[in-house]
């Protein structure tokens, strides 16, 4: 079908030669942008992935976790933060705490009680939609060894014979 015409008519409209220009360039213009080699991409959030999502870790000790934004670029800035837990478990990110890929540390103090904590780790770059995850951390009671080690570390830092 043709374009009308001044002065003809399609279906009961009337087109100007201004109206029929505008037609066609619009037509012109929607055409151009369905090319098949076009394609138009939609944000998709990225998930944070942890490597171990649950860690189990003793009253004053030190667990890790791998954390990543699959699909980011290596040179992408990333700020990593953490939600959660209870009073005494710390975290920190390692080497890496500013890229798509890095180690989360958690420190658990010899008062947290035992149990299970949830904490939400988050990660943003910029032009990048990111979805957090979840990691459980299990507080368990900590090995007579491990005790006795803090009990002589604590009578050298007392003392001033500390590391």
């Keep these: ?21 505008m037609v066609a360039c619009l037509a012109l213009l929607a055409g ?9 991409l ?19 000790q030190v667990g890790t976790v791998s954390v990543s934004l699959p ?4 040179g992408t800035a990333v700020s990593w ?3 959660g837990g209870s009073a005494g478990i710390t975290t920190g990110f390692g080497e890496g ?3 798509p890929a890095s180690t989360l540390t958690v420190v658990v103090g010899v008062t947290v009680p035992r149990g299970s904590y949830q904490l ?11 979805q957090p995850a979840q990691l459980l951390v299990t507080v ?11 009990r002589t570390n604590a009578k050298d830092l007392r003392s001033g014979r500390g590391h």
């Design 97 to 99: 705490a500013s890229t």
């Design 42 to 60: 939609i944000p998709v959030p990225v998930q944070v992935m942890l490597n171990p999502v649950a860690i189990t870790v003793p009253r004053g």
């Design 120 to 130: 939400t780790v988050s990660g943003s770059a910029v032009g990048v939609t990111t």
């Design 81 to 83: 933060t953490v939600s």
């Design 140 to 150: 368990s009671e900590t090995s007579g060894a491990a005790r006795a080690e803090w």
């Design 71 to 74: 699909g980011v670029p290596a």
């Design 1 to 21: 079908m043709s374009a009308p015409t001044s002065g003809s008519r399609s279906r009961g409209i009337r087109w100007s030669r201004r109206s029929a220009r």
């Design 32 to 40: 151009a942008c369905q090319s098949p080699t076009e394609s138009v």
